[in-house]
T-cell receptor
Framework: AQSVSQHNHHVILSEAASLELGCNYS??????LFWYVQYPGQHLQLLLK??????LVKGIKGFEAEFIKSKFSFNLRKPSVQWSDTAEYFC???????????FGAGTRLFVKA | EAGVTQFPSHSVIEKGQTVTLRCDPI?????LYWYRRVMGKEIKFLLH????????ESGMPNNRFLAERTGGTYSTLKVQPAELEDSGVYFC?????????????FGSGTQLSVL
């Protein structure tokens, strides 16, 4: 069965620090990859997605993620975090042609002002 | 444009009672999904509607859970009778058309507590 593993459950950073959140998935075929974010008191929303092409994808608010097929990874990065990035981040995967999205357990990021 | 709305936002019930959760997807979205998150764990897929038809209900935990989407508009998820392990946040999401792998538009969720 497909699964998504997020390495860190909680991350605490100071403003301006760099961020990298790990994500690995288990599926041998072609996948589509997503990062969703849930800000405090808000609904889940899409941060960025990878379907094909350039494995380095850029999303909103300065976030980017790199798909490394050989490592089954799709890590999320941001060079300099802000207090407003405090949120919970979910990595997710669908198989090509599939409608079911499989989510990881989420990583809670707290950014100290 | 109105987003995905869910009712109620919170529900506290006793074990053995019945609860019905409602989801109104974005108007015109054919795909409707239910997901559940038990505290601190992954967001787990429950089922997928295309219009009024159940496309995939492989994630439904057991026959105490019944989902409907009459007329292909709003959906309800009924839990009867509720058990302690049913506690969690129930998310509804929708997406527009027949293209798979689209991004999902989520509601704010219903926090269900079974005591």
């Amino acid at each position: 069965a497909q699964s998504v593993s997020q390495h860190n459950h909680h991350v605490i950073l100071s403003e301006a620090a760099s961020l990298e959140l790990g994500c690995n998935y288990s599926y041998g075929g072609t996948v589509n990859l997503f990062w969703y974010v849930q800000y405090p008191g808000q609904h889940l929303q899409l941060l960025l997605k990878y379907f094909s092409g350039d494995p380095l994808v850029k999303g909103i608010k300065g976030f980017e993620a790199e798909f490394i097929k050989s490592k089954f990874s799709f890590n999320l990065r941001k060079p300099s975090v802000q207090w407003s990035d405090t949120a919970e981040y979910f990595c997710a995967v669908t198989t090509t042609g599939g409608f079911k999205t499989i989510f990881g357990a989420g990583t809670r990021l707290f950014v100290k002002a | 444009e109105a987003g995905v709305t869910q009712f109620p936002s919170h529900s506290v019930i006793e074990k053995g009672q019945t609860v019905t959760l409602r989801c109104d997807p974005i108007s015109g979205h054919d795909n409707l999904y239910w997901y559940r998150r038990v505290m601190g764990k992954e967001i787990k897929f429950l089922l997928h509607f295309v219009k009024e038809s159940k496309q995939d209900e492989s994630g439904m935990p057991n026959n105490r859970f019944l989902a409907e989407r009459t007329g292909g508009t709003y959906s309800t998820l009924k839990v009867q009778p509720a058990e302690l392990e049913d506690s969690g946040v129930y998310f509804c999401a929708s997406s527009p058309g027949q293209t798979p792998n689209e991004k999902l538009f989520f509601g704010s969720g219903t926090q269900l507590s079974v005591l």
